[in-house]
């Protein structure tokens, strides 16, 4: 079992920055983490990917050039860098953990946090 727990979100005006994070606990840490976001109504959408070494990470194309996805393996977290936010990145951020490689669809993930919530204003 992994336990993850984001925290980070707030409420930011357009063009701001924010720093998510995620602490996994449990047996052991994922060689694979992702965030993934959600907004009401909507389906919960693929935001970045990173590797257990970190040398390979992937971004949605909303999201490349404004957040950057990082780990630290010996604190066992995971990190959102969020720059240059826009309204549209209004929702509920997650973290996700999986035994398979970073991986662009909930279904390759195996473990969930609860969510940080991030607002934008414009």
């Known amino acids: 079992q992994v336990q993850l727990v984001e925290s980070g979100g707030g409420l930011v005006q357009a063009g701001g920055s924010l720093r998510l994070s995620c602490a996994a606990s449990?047996?052991?840490?994922?060689?694979?983490m992702g965030w993934f976001r959600q907004a009401p109504g909507k389906e919960r959408d693929f935001v970045a990917a990173?590797?257990?070494?970190?040398?390979?990470?992937y971004y949605a194309d909303s999201v490349k050039g404004r957040f950057t996805i990082s780990r630290d393996n010996a604190k066992n977290a995971v990190y959102l860098q969020m720059n240059s936010l826009k309204p549209e990145d209004t929702a509920v951020y997650y973290c996700?953990?999986?035994?398979?490689?970073?991986?662009?669809?909930?279904?390759?993930?195996?473990?969930w946090g609860q969510g940080t919530q991030v607002t934008v204003s414009s």
């Open positions: 990173i590797s257990w070494s970190g040398g390979n990470t």
């Open positions: 996700a953990a999986g035994y398979s490689r970073a991986g662009t669809r909930p279904r390759e993930y195996d473990y």
């Open positions: 449990g047996r052991t840490f994922s060689p694979a």
